[in-house]
């Protein structure tokens, strides 16, 4: 069972690119929804379970998204987990989190590694200070969940370039086969 989590919601404060030259501008619980409700989609096409963490609109507690999660991997058999994001902060490229530590989610983590290299225009930033290419932190929903664990953060949404790229059809696709190449095994 694949669990996927759309980061942040309407709620949440700041999470948003600048306003653009032309008005536009990229909300990113929208983003993190669109993409993960065409990844849900696109996997029930291929017959692999999944389920939405948070199918509401609204932020959820970091605690109650752990409750919901864990709860699914108590019924259901091989669960792993992918949190939605897009960063800001200054950069650009997409980057993939695993909990600190040598565990099952590492590999998962190379695997959508390689399939953003191939897909995305962009630079995927890495850290082998471990010795594989994900980077590590105690972000909660890795730290306590009861499965696999990965966090993707998709391009800088306050970088205009990447930020536009999220804002396209072909941003947003290009985006969801990453996370599809992520998911087939």
Not at 21 to 29: A, H, N
Not at 36 to 41: I, P, Q
Not at 106 to 125: G, K, N, S
Request: aromatic share 8%.
């Amino acid at each position: 069972m694949i669990l996927i989590d759309n980061g942040h919601g309407h709620n949440t404060a700041g999470k948003r690119s600048p306003v653009w030259s032309d008005g536009t501008q990229l909300l990113e619980w929208q983003f993190n929804r669109k993409v993960a409700r065409e990844l849900s989609a696109q996997l029930f096409d291929r017959n692999i379970p999944n389920c939405l963490v948070v199918p509401e609109d609204y932020d959820i507690p970091l605690h109650h998204r752990i409750e919901r999660i864990n709860m699914l991997c108590a019924n259901y058999d091989d669960c792993r987990l992918i949190s939605i994001h897009a960063n800001a902060g200054g950069g650009t490229g997409w980057e993939i989190f695993t909990s600190k530590g040598e565990t099952a989610s590492d590999a998962w983590a190379t695997q959508f590694i390689h399939h953003a290299e191939r897909l995305l225009p962009f630079p995927v930033r890495k850290d082998y200070t471990d010795g594989d290419p994900d980077k590590e932190a105690g972000f909660y929903l890795l730290k306590h969940s009861h499965c696999p664990a990965v966090l993707t953060e998709n391009l800088f949404m306050d970088r205009e370039e990447d930020c536009r790229y999220l804002m396209s059809a072909e941003g947003v696709r290009k985006v969801v086969e990453v996370h599809l190449g992520g998911v087939d095994r």
